[in-house]
């Protein structure tokens, strides 16, 4: 298939490359032109400009790290260039209302967008074991479903409308989030009781929560491991701040969530915006007095 | 071993069995005596009151639904009866402050308080398959470990201090709780953009949530199975303010637990009670005006 | 009147002073005797227990510290002694759950109970100028009024069911701990922005909120005087506490005491537990990086 | 003074009509021309484009609804056409980042930008009896304070960043929105225990709370009076997710804010979003299983 891809970071390098290892024609275009040079190496080739990159795409992806960068791709070029008839496949995570907005825009111009934001790390992605959670006209999403396969263990098929991918994937993210907050309060309440974080963590993980979301994030707070971060505390506040405004214009409270965002921007207040986001459980301890 | 064993609810009995059944010699008493006819059967003999049931017992075993019934028996006659140098093994759940005081009772009694709440339900419990979260005298720990392997499936040390079992029982409790709350308000935040909630599910249990957490109590919620309990929205609500309890006195403030428990009380407030606490999840639903 | 008085700290006593200036027939009953010493300087007569002072009394007034304190005088004397028909008016900020089981006992011993919580620090009370809440059967009230004219300046009559006077004293406090917390919220706020405190004190207290609530203690949070106490933090938790206690056994959430709660918790955490309570707003500034 | 004035709301032309009676040389622009009309039959000139307004003012004010229409007019004419060394005086209320965007924008443009949004309703801007909240330089403070004195009984300086004075802005709002919601949790709480809610406003607004903030909103709430609005749930969505964008800018967590926004979700959500924001009250009863 004739693909674009716009956004070559490092989850963005992982699924560019499944996609040319597959055997699609792939144009890239990253800001920084450097990080294609390993795709071009491998026969990718590369736009000098995102307008240049659409000419003759069916399907061209963005994988972007937030609305203002999609925002400035958007107005700069792709609208513009990209073919009738062509998909616009979003893979970065980004707001509802940026998506609806943008899903407007592309209707407008005959073009289609479909949201496909991905569950995974970069490692994941260059191994092609992605979470795909797809939205979008159906016929849409069967045209993409070659690329799905490609670039992930699993797509969920999330409707006709692309916001429902993008609520399903803040959903996701918060979930996480709040398990992390609910965590670092159970740490609290039993270091005040002078247990070791150890006993809750065995307690925790080999029953109801045997699952990476508290034995990744369970252990990082164990260890205090918050320097070498898979996700920091600025990005997950980013994210915190799409759900809630994500439950603003769709009207839903999410008291769990704002629970979560103000230990964020405690944590940050306090220097930690650039450590792993389980570092809230640090702050959960300061405001227990524990540091 | 010589045990006596008070409180024969469906937990008791399951606990009670199996330990008859590892040939320990065992008293019961219930305040329903009929309750104790099964396991009299099966070679339990009864005691008419709770003084009785501590003669000449090396462990007297607890498993009461709440503090009050807990004090009752202790002042009713446990607290003179249980031979110095005897085990108080507390297996409810109870709060921090009812276990802090009856430690020091005991204590000044010369007997000794082992807190050992358990983590399942009752046909776990007949399985001889509970997690148990054991704490007190490192000695009298020792003493109990052969009941603990006749119990459950593996024990969780959490030190010389009682309340500290008591502590990880709450956290466990409530990181549950929590993990239920925040996916109510995914679900709800999900259904508002109109993606069926089993999509949702799907994404949710198959990466990072792949735990019984996740797994059942958000399948309660997609099936909207809220009519056969497996713990009811009042019994969690006692279970939030043991926490909160427990975290008042500690000096922790717990931002998701009072997120949870706001919703417990909307749901009780709306008539859902007796329903399973994952109703929570439409007592967030309704909040969001979708119900 | 013939009365009895139960517990002289110094709310206590710039009552009972008020209503012996206005001649009534005073017995008084205090833990620490010496307490009562100016009382009865003054003409009172001390009695040394709360069964002796009940002997005769048409009213019994408590003004105690806590349920616990209530707990022990009524169980310890007050209940068997006091007049079939006599008056018990209880003064002191108890629980919702207190005054309801104390309204069924005295009902059992055909006595009444009158719940009429205060308004207003000790100064206020030695003037007569309190504010009062009264709620319990309307013949006793009317029995009451005599008092009430004595100790108050304005008496709010709050129905026939003693809790219902309860209920408006714990939602006064925390309406003002609310006020406190919201204010604490935005001197940090306009802090983070270079503002002087100052400012932000003048632009409330010179309109929308030119009532005590927010002079006085936006005053103290501007001085950072938080060294005399007229609340403190461990105090105003102890309120928190009996609201919230009211609010879950009522089934309703109390979204803003809980945030009150977890600033008062944090600050006590922090060491500030017998500063004066408005040291949330410290402690709101600690969680926003300022301190 | 030769002053522009863009944005003839209810406000704005209260505001605007002062200037020109103090005798101020005056040239208005309005989006929809006719709400003009009164002003220019009063010697006011009408501009057909904010560019052609801008030519020769001293002072150009804007009182405009909300961010979007302010980035409009800035963008469409006004920052290029305003005069080295006018003052661009900003009077409506506004978020912090664009505040500060704007401030270097027009610093760029050898402009000054002044914030200056004001306290008070529409019959008070026209009565000249406004609050006013001013921060701007120092000089361009000066300049602006004849203007001040005829739209204002009071200026409250904030200091030499504008926004400082959106800060104490979105902070007075938000204090009044934790106080509604405050005593929407006291109302609440009465109510299930059968007292009637004139006697807990009584109580408020005669004692701690006897200011317009208690003695308005409390009335409204006892009336449930909510369809005459001064101030809408969706208008009061928009403020408080303005101070929750600064607070997450600024690194503050907000929590009362939090529980405030997340009633007037749940007010909107259930339909009240053009009622009066006291609305509130009854989300919260709602959540409280009285409705």
Redesign the interface.
Known sequence: MKIGFIGLGRMGQGIARRLLDAGHDLVVYNRTAEKAAELCAAGARFAATTTLLCAEREVVITMLADDAALDSVVSGGLLQALPRGAIHMVMGTHG?AAIRALTALHAGAGQILVAAPV??RPDVAAAGQL?I?A?GPADALKRCRPLFEVIGR?T????A?P??A???K???N???G??I???S??????A?????PQ??Y???T?????????KVYGQIIVDEAYDKPGFTSLLA?KDA?L??A???A??????????????L??A????DGEKDWAVIAREQAR????K
């Not at 309060?185 to 039993?190: N, T």
Request: proline share 5%; hydrophobic share 55%.
């Open positions: 509802v569950l995974g979470g959670v939205a699993r969920f098929e999330a409707g409308e916001e429902g993008t609520a399903i803040l959903a996701n918060f979930t996480l709040c398990a907050q609910a965590m309060e159970a740490f609290a309440l039993v005040k009781h002078g247990v070791p006993v809750l065995d307690v925790l080999e029953g109801l929560f045997a699952a990476p979301a508290y506040l701040d759900a809630l994500a439950g603003g769709a009207r839903v409270p999410l008291p769990s969530v704002n629970a979560l965002r103000d230990r921007l405690g940050i207040a306090h220097g405001a227990s007095g524990l």
